[in-house]
């Protein structure tokens, strides 16, 4: 029985070490792309009109409203995102142990799964609304 429980300690520490590295690298991504995002919106935005460049001057106060609809757009994609593989993981897992035991209920468990997918679409749903709004 102690062997039993030595192996679930040891998957316990690598699942929590393999999370928090996970975390860690979307918390990453995420930053550098704000950075990313922040650093490279210019206060002028150039547009093609019948062959000719017409640009078009933005103040300061537009370009930063525009810096941060670009960076909320990118930050509730990629919460949605991550949400969602979160939400999936733990629905996914549940409706494989159950599918496992009944396999009646193979059905049922994709419709949750569906449903926890649905979270990510949520949050590009919303960067679509903030990026038409700028």
């Known amino acids: 029985m102690s062997e039993q429980l030595e192996r ?3 998957m316990k520490k690598s699942s ?9 690298t979307v918390f990453i991504v995420l930053l550098i792309t704000l950075i990313s995002t922040a650093t490279h919106v210019h206060s ?5 009109h019948a062959g000719q ?14 810096m941060w ?7 509730s994609t990629a919460i949605g995102s991550i949400g969602a593989g979160v939400a999936v993981a733990y629905v996914g897992s549940a409706a494989l142990g159950a599918i ?7 059905a049922r468990a994709l419709i949750y799964v ?7 679409i ?12 700028i």
Do not use: C
């Open 8 to 10: 679930r300690s040891k």
């Open 16 to 24: 929590t070490l393999s999370a928090t590295a996970i975390f860690s």
């Open 44 to 48: 002028q935005q150039a547009d093609t």
């Open 53 to 66: 460049a017409v640009t078009e001057s933005y103040s300061p106060e537009k370009a930063k409203i525009i």
């Open 69 to 75: 609809g670009f960076a909320a757009a990118a930050f």
């Open 100 to 106: 496992g035991e009944k396999p009646e209920l193979a």
């Open 114 to 120: 569906g449903l926890a997918e649905g979270i990510a």
């Open 122 to 133: 949520y949050g590009l749903i919303i960067s679509i609304m903030i990026l038409g709004k």
